[in-house]
């Protein structure tokens, strides 16, 4: 839940220290932001209202579901059950497959925590993305610092489009379901963190496309 009264309150608050303050790691880990007091903000207050709100969520986590409520009013039936972390139910992972659809952002600060899109069509090494993951989030290879990590992956000699997930430093790539005929087959990675460097990631991520001997 975040306070939009209080939001840009808080996100600022860090500027002077060398830490971030919880608001930045709460919504870069959610799946669902309610922004809630939505009443108390106007677009004529200092920075906007709650569509800039919303666009400072997006910077940060641009995968996250926002919902502005009053008092948290919300319908409990679409926020529950959203299998967010389900591998094999791609619903939440079908946007990243729409062409043109830009999920990366420059982040509110520098250096702060933002999204990051990945994408390259060919067909990947399955055993090598393993290692390029792992050397990613378990060994820190490019000082990077990941908290999360969604995707779709078009594996060699597969006809299922895999998922990718992680949470720090636990992932999981799963064959979720079968490429239908005319989709088109990329490799899609959404990455939330801090310290992202987007030339490396691409660059890196090229070492594992498949390659015939
Ligand atoms: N105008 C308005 N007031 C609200 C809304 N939601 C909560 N409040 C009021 O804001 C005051 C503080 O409530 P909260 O922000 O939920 O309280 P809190 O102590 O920060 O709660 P935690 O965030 O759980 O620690 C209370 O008087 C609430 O009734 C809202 O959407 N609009």
Not at 27 to 56: H, M, P, Q, R, T
């Amino acid at each position: 839940v975040v306070d939009a009264k209080n939001l840009r309150y808080q996100l600022n608050s860090h500027k002077d220290s060398s830490s971030f303050p919880e608001a930045y790691n709460q919504i870069a880990f959610a799946d669902v932001v309610i922004l809630n007091k939505v009443d108390l903000v106007s677009s004529e207050d200092l920075g906007g209202g709650v569509e800039e709100l919303e666009k400072e969520i997006h910077c940060i986590n641009s995968l996250a579901w926002i919902v502005p409520t009053i008092r948290c009013q919300v319908d409990l039936s679409v926020i529950l059950n959203c299998a967010s972390y389900d591998g094999t139910r791609t619903s939440h992972l079908e946007a990243l497959l729409k062409d043109n659809n830009s999920l990366s952002t420059t982040g509110l600060h520098d250096n702060s925590v933002r999204t990051m899109c990945l994408s390259k069509p060919g067909q990947v090494d399955l055993n090598k993305v393993r290692v390029w993951i792992e050397e990613i989030l378990w060994e820190k290879k490019h000082s990077m610092d990941v908290y999360r990590c969604k995707g779709v992956l078009s594996v060699h000699g597969s006809d299922q489009l895999h998922t990718l997930q992680a949470v720090r430093e636990i992932y999981e790539i799963v064959p979720a379901r079968k490429w239908l005929e005319d989709e088109n087959k990329i490799n899609k990675i959404v990455f939330i963190g801090h310290s992202l460097n987007e030339d490396i990631l691409a660059d890196s991520f090229q070492d594992c496309l498949f390659q015939d001997q």
